[in-house]
């Protein structure tokens, strides 16, 4: 049975930083969806960034390049949530 | 109709911009505060005019543009947000609007801020030098009205802030966002003011200021954000510092379509358009007897295609009638919320009248007010 690949999701203090980071992604032609910034774990309004974790080393570096860096991260696998390290 | 006073608020819009507005209407807007399809498409509206400022003014960072609701609020959010103390000393030019001229007033009678004013030369234009030489270890800042919306006079912004150094410059660019080329300022303005419903042709409720990396302003207001909602402590991090509440998305959908059509036109060619309208006014005016040009002549190329004059017989108030009665055009008359600049040109109280050109006039319109103004010279009226 394959494993399951978690979702990463991560939480951008302004909706200024997840729309650049969107409109980044977006030209590079990379894989992802904004969300809902799930209250199961983050009270903040609005919308999140989410992508598979196998995209990670395709996405971060992008981001990070840009000084795009999140105000949290969460791994989520099924109904789980865990705090993610943006950096590793 | 001829409208001419496009220094007030421009006339028409593209039809991109009623068009985004309309669309906009159609749709629930919460932008940023909401997960849901519609509030991010509101976000993306506000996005959208964030990204487009940002190319007309060559911005390195989007995020660190706010929206106001006109450029009067983000004057005062400057002004206001950086920390003014008694003794400071703000340089300002003489052709400032009241919208500088107030808030610094203010700070004059209340926190006793040495407000010192820098006037025009004999040519109606302001010089870098003359800011250098009154630049003190205590000088906080130095306040310019890019053009004026009297006089027409375009400042040398850039050559400003080479004089004055590391100075901070607030910039008021009501009169030149739109219509004269910005697209390197972002590389060297510190704070930009503007507002969306002149040459930028959006509508009336929109505004906006750049602030360069390392000016920290404090909030006038706090509230709402979309952001840290957890806090009872408002963000800290621009945008959302300086853009509490929702924001006028149907407005700045406008906006964004407003400064579209002009990187589409090319701000360029708009100023040369208005320039040719201007200098063709200027010259074919100059002569008629009893009129007096407020402002650079024909010739002078440091100007906006704003034209004030003042005719003998004629209050500036009753000259504007005569032309909106018997001629259908529009223009200002009184003293355009400019009171220093009229004092600084001799025509305070009773002000001038005041021509504005813009990018949708044509030169009929620039011939049949200059017909005008000869036949209501030659009328003899005395107001």
Redesign the interface.
């Known amino acids: 049975m394959a494993e399951l690949d978690a979702d990463i999701i991560l939480v951008f203090?302004?909706?200024?930083?997840i729309?650049?980071a969107e409109?980044l992604l977006e030209d590079k032609n990379l894989p992802f969806t904004?969300?809902?910034?799930p209250k199961e774990v983050n009270?903040?309004?609005?919308?999140a960034l989410c992508f598979m974790e196998s995209q990670k080393d395709r996405i971060m570096p992008v981001l990070i390049a840009a000084d795009l860096v999140p105000s949290a991260a969460y791994r989520r696998l099924g109904p789980e949530f865990s705090s993610w390290d943006f950096w590793r | 109709m001829i409208y001419l006073d496009n220094a007030a608020t421009s006339f028409p819009k593209p039809p991109e911009v009623i068009k985004a507005i309309t669309e906009a209407l159609l749709a629930p807007a919460s932008p940023g505060r909401s997960g849901h399809a519609p509030a991010l498409k509101a976000s993306r509206i506000i996005h959208g005019a964030r990204k487009a400022i940002a190319r007309l003014f060559g911005l390195p960072d989007n995020s660190r543009l706010v929206f106001t609701p006109n450029i009067t609020w983000s004057l005062n959010i400057a002004l206001n947000g950086l920390g003014l103390k008694p003794g400071d000393h703000v340089l300002s030019s003489a052709l400032e609007h009241n919208s500088t001229a107030r808030p610094l007033a203010r700070f004059q009678k209340e926190i006793c801020l040495d407000w010192e004013i820098v006037g025009p030369g004999p040519d109606h234009l302001i010089r870098a030098e003359d800011f250098k030489v009154r630049l003190r270890p205590e000088t906080r800042l130095v306040v310019l009205n890019h053009a004026s919306n009297v006089t027409g006079s375009l400042a040398p912004a850039k050559a400003i802030k080479e004089a004055i150094g590391s100075t901070p410059l607030l910039l008021d660019a009501a009169q030149t966002a739109g219509a004269v080329p910005m697209a390197d300022y972002g590389q060297w303005a510190d704070l930009i003011a503007f507002t969306g419903h002149k040459a930028l042709l959006g509508p009336t409720g929109t505004g906006g200021l750049w602030i360069k990396e390392g000016f920290e302003l404090r909030p006038i207001a706090v509230g709402g954000s979309g952001s840290r909602s957890e806090s009872l402590v408002h963000p800290d991090f621009l945008p959302d510092s300086l853009e509490p509440g929702t924001a006028n998305t149907h407005g700045l959908a406008g906006l964004a379509a407003g400064v579209e059509f002009l990187l589409k036109v090319g701000v360029d060619k708009v100023r040369q358009h208005e320039m040719e309208l201007t200098q063709w006014f200027l010259a074919n005016i100059v002569d008629i007897p009893g009129l007096t040009i407020i402002g650079p002549g024909p010739g002078q190329e440091s100007r906006v295609a704003t034209v004030s004059v003042v005719l003998d017989g004629w209050s500036s108030s009753d000259l504007a009638g005569a032309l909106e009665k018997g001629y259908g055009i529009m223009i200002r008359s009184g003293l355009h919320c400019a009171p220093l600049t009229h004092q600084f040109m001799g025509t305070f109280p009773g002000g001038a009248s005041r021509f504005s050109f813009g990018y949708f006039n044509t030169l009929e319109d620039a011939r049949t007010a200059a017909q005008a103004l000869s036949e209501l010279a030659q009328s003899g009226h005395k107001a």
């Open positions: 203090s302004s909706n200024t930083k729309l650049n409109d904004l969300v809902p910034v009270p903040n309004c609005g919308l």
